[in-house]
């Protein structure tokens, strides 16, 4: 079965400090897909991204980066420079083999609350 | 924002009762899918709802039931409420053609059960 696992519970940073959020997961699927959720203090999941088992090219966006290797089954997150607005908690998620049509079912780690302090 | 909505915000109940959570999907949107977010977890997949049948479910009992309408809004009935059904009810909304693939979902403010 499928599992997701971030260690980290809760992260405390001053704000600008660089911060690394960690994701390791399970799968026997040979084609499956990782996310990053946000969810702020108003509990509406914010996508920020979602990259495939083939797809291995680390990705900068902003003040955001996502190092993924499969070697081993880690897919962490990084945020450079970090604010105040980025406190939140976030999840990390792999996505099951879809049923027949419809959309991927997720597997969501259970968080990792980040406090920028300013 | 992502132009899925959830109703009502708040609901308090007693054990033993029925609920019922709506979810109005973003506009072109023909998969909805129900997630419960216990507090201090991530949220656990319930089921999908796909061109109005149930298309996947997860470890939930059969008092966990929904219905997917014409226009893709979804309900989520809960009977005989129980204790730990306490938590956060998200529904997330995506788009998927005929064969089976990746979308980006959309989710909900979500409906705080307590």
């Known amino acids: 079965a499928q599992k997701v696992t971030q260690a980290q519970t809760e992260i405390s940073v001053v704000e600008k400090e660089d911060v690394t959020l960690d994701c390791v997961y399970e799968?026997?699927?040979?084609?499956?897909?990782l996310f990053w959720y946000k969810q702020p203090p108003s509990g509406e999941l914010v996508f920020l991204i979602r990259?495939?088992?083939?797809?291995?090219q680390n990705e900068i966006s902003g003040r955001y980066s996502w190092n993924f290797q499969k070697s081993t089954s880690s897919f962490n997150f990084t945020i450079t420079a970090s604010q105040v607005v980025d406190s939140a908690v976030y999840f990390c998620?792999?996505?099951?083999?879809?049923?027949?049509?419809?959309?991927?079912?997720?597997?969501f780690g259970k968080g990792t609350k980040l406090t920028v302090n300013p | 924002e992502t132009g899925v909505t959830q109703s009502p915000t708040h609901l308090i109940k007693t054990r033993g009762q029925q609920v019922t959570l709506r979810c109005s999907s973003q506009?072109?949107?023909?998969?909805v899918s129900w997630y419960q977010q216990a507090l201090g977890q991530g949220p656990q997949f319930i089921f999908q709802?796909?061109?109005?049948?149930?298309?996947g479910r997860g470890n939930f009992p059969p008092r966990f039931s929904g219905l997917q309408f014409p226009n893709y809004s979804s309900e989520l009935n809960v009977n005989a409420l129980e204790l730990d059904d306490s938590a956060l009810y998200l529904c997330?909304?995506?788009?998927?053609?005929?064969?089976?693939?990746?979308?980006?979902?959309?989710f909900g403010p979500g409906t705080r059960l307590t």
């Open positions: 997330a909304s995506s788009w998927t053609p005929g064969t089976s693939g990746v979308d980006e979902q959309y």
């Open positions: 799968t026997r699927d040979t084609t499956y897909y």
């Open positions: 990259r495939n088992s083939f797809d291995e």
């Open positions: 998620a792999l996505s099951e083999e879809a049923p027949q049509g419809g959309s991927e079912k997720l597997v």
């Open positions: 506009s072109g949107h023909n998969t």
């Open positions: 709802y796909y061109r109005e049948e149930e298309n």
